[in-house]
């Protein structure tokens, strides 16, 4: 992977809530199973991607938010959520883990070293803890990129937008389950 100016990672700051919130406003979407309706996008949205939401998560030590500058902005983010959970993987809950929510780029930057970049980042701030996620059933792209970036299948989760509830496929970094 080339050292593109683009790829390198920074915390974002906690007075950015505004950018992060827009970027992950006009991201979300493409992770979205093409049969969920837009307006239960757009609630979603304004629910768990407001600039209160990210203002919150700034502000909580054990949150983490990651960018990758482009010329005019962040072109992509990672939200970790450091902690004990009480979902993911079995085997990991109620331990301590890293729990990567949300890994947007914009589609620009897709194919190139943005992604690679964030997850590299957020690989070395979890310092050891396990990293795990969930995404949908159907996106091909993320999918495939998290298989190539060494993440296993440990299991499934229901993912309810909109009253409707989709299937996501929980993944977790291999070296996490020794596998
Ligand atoms: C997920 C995401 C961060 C990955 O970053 P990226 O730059 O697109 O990743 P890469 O291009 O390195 O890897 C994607 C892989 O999927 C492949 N791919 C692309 N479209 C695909 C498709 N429809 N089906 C299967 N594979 C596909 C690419 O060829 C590439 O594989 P390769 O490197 O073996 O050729 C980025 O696509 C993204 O932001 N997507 C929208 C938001 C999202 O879905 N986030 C994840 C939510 S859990």
């Known amino acids: 992977m080339g050292a593109m100016k683009s790829s390198s990672v920074r915390r974002a700051h906690p007075e950015e809530a505004g950018p992060v919130a827009a970027l992950a406003a006009r991201t979300f979407p493409l ?36 960018l990758v500058d482009g010329a005019d902005g ?19 809950r109620g331990a301590p883990s890293a729990y990567l929510s949300k890994l947007y780029v914009d589609p620009d930057h897709h194919g190139g070293a943005v992604a690679r970049a964030l997850l590299d980042a957020v690989r070395a701030d979890a310092a050891g803890l396990p ?12 999918k495939r990129f998290y298989a190539k970036s060494g993440f296993v299948v440990a299991g499934v989760r229901e993912f309810t937008v909109g009253g409707t509830t989709f299937v996501d496929d929980v993944l977790v970094l291999g070296a996490a389950t020794g596998a």
């Open 31 to 66: 992770a979205c199973p093409p049969t969920l309706a837009g307006e239960h996008v757009a609630d979603f949205i304004a629910t768990h991607l407001s600039e209160a939401e990210f203002d919150r998560h700034l502000a909580d030590p054990a949150h983490r938010v990651f």
């Open 74 to 92: 962040p072109v992509g983010y990672a939200l970790v959520l450091h902690g004990p959970h009480d979902e993911g993987p079995q085997a990991l």
């Open 131 to 142: 990293v795990w996620l969930g995404v949908n059933a159907d996106n091909a792209r993320a």
